[in-house]
């Protein structure tokens, strides 16, 4: 079965993905990274996992930095 | 070579096949025929020729290397989805590597001849840095820009949610399932797993055409077959005429070929390969494309 875009719409889900500024931020922060660290950013490796690192990993780990009780 | 383009590709190639093949696989294939030879590619003698050539790595730009891919991947896995994806991937990045002056031998071993149309050069020699430089400073990194185009303008919609959640996944709900438990990522972090092959192509094509442009200072030279500070390395110096004679000869043998091993094996590996439950699969290129 193939999925037409009438049928997509209907099947429209909740937004999973993060709002378009991050999307926008995680972006500037690569392109600042990879012009001035290009070997380590400009690769297959890190490119194509930067944005679930940049926007998912490190939010989920700061976030669950804040929650631990202080002291 | 094509640089962020073979990312972009991605999803316009998803947009054809739909549930028909695992946009997994389509990156794969895509990434095939650099991924092992690439590293080599800069510290050999003659980059172009191994890269492109043969002797040398050649094979990979090759029609056939796709198909030994995806029947490799069909008998081990039975998965077809796997299959057409690293076929359509693989046969697409040899297309879009025709553009630059090495070209490419799309009917190896059947014909050797490097087809080309000589749009940009070929400029490994000068190394990583140097290569991108030069392709970001010639029609390369405009071709770059004409598959994002591709991409915003007709196949837009392969990167919403939705689309990923009623069509990618569906299409390969093995796969993504296995990264869903392995590396505990929910339905965002595979979505941005998804977008992250876009956001790559986009990311490098920018960082490496302003780096080409403030830090090495490249005369930006989009002419074909530019930039004119590079050395032409073609592998052939055969005539038009002679090219196309010898790769239409080529591409016959090899579609005789393709017949052949279909009715020999391939056919028998096609019918005991299976399917996700929300595929159903036409005939001829209905099984492929929807």
């Keep these: 079965m193939s999925v037409r875009p009438d049928e997509e719409a209907q099947h429209e889900v909740p937004a999973v993905a993060p709002p378009p500024v991050a999307y926008i931020a995680a972006f500037v922060a690569y392109l600042v990274l ?16 930067f944005l679930v690192g940049s926007l998912y990993v490190v939010p989920r780990l700061l976030g669950r930095r804040a929650a631990e009780p202080a002291g | 070579m094509s640089w962020a383009a073979h990312e972009f590709e991605n999803y316009f190639l998803q947009k054809h096949v739909g549930l028909k093949a695992s946009f997994l696989a389509i990156a794969l ?26 002797p040398g790595v050649g094979f990979t ?53 490097p087809v ?60 993504w399932g296995w990264l869903h438990r392995r590396l505990h990522l929910p339905e965002q972090g595979l979505l941005l797993l998804y977008q992250g092959f876009c956001f790559y192509g986009l990311g490098r094509m920018t960082a490496w055409f302003l780096r080409a442009r403030f830090d090495d200072k490249a005369p930006f030279q989009p002419v074909w077959g530019g930039p004119r500070y590079v050395q032409g ?27 052949v091993c279909w009715r020999l094996f391939l056919k028998r590996l096609w019918l005991r390969g299976d399917d996700p439950p929300s595929v159903t699969r036409g005939r001829g290129l209905a099984a492929l494309f929807h």
């Design chain 1, 34 to 49: 990879g012009y001035v660290f290009r070997s380590v950013f400009l690769n297959w490796i890190i490119g194509p996992l």
């Design chain 2, 116 to 175: 080309t149309i000589g749009m940009w050069k070929h400029a490994a020699s000068l190394g990583r840095y140097g290569d991108a430089t030069a392709y970001y400073s010639s029609l390369g990194g405009v071709w770059d820009l004409f598959w994002l185009l591709m991409l915003v303008l007709f196949a837009s919609r392969t990167l919403r949610p939705s689309y990923f959640r009623n069509v990618v996944v569906p299409a390969d709900p093995r796969a």
């Design chain 2, 29 to 54: 294939g895509t990434f095939g025929p650099d991924l092992f030879t690439k590293a080599f590619v800069y510290s050999s003698d003659d980059p172009a020729q191994f890269h492109r050539g043969w």
């Design chain 2, 233 to 259: 390395n073609d592998l052939s110096d055969a005539g038009s005429l002679e090219v196309i004679l010898r790769t239409s000869v080529g591409g016959v043998a090899f579609a005789l070929f393709l017949v």
């Design chain 2, 61 to 113: 730009h090759s029609f056939i290397f796709g198909v030994v891919g995806a029947a490799v991947v069909l008998a081990t896995t039975r998965s077809r989805s796997w299959a057409v994806g690293i076929l359509v991937g693989q046969w697409a990045h040899v297309l879009t590597d025709i553009c630059d002056s090495a070209g490419v031998m799309p009917f190896f071993p059947f014909s050797t001849e």
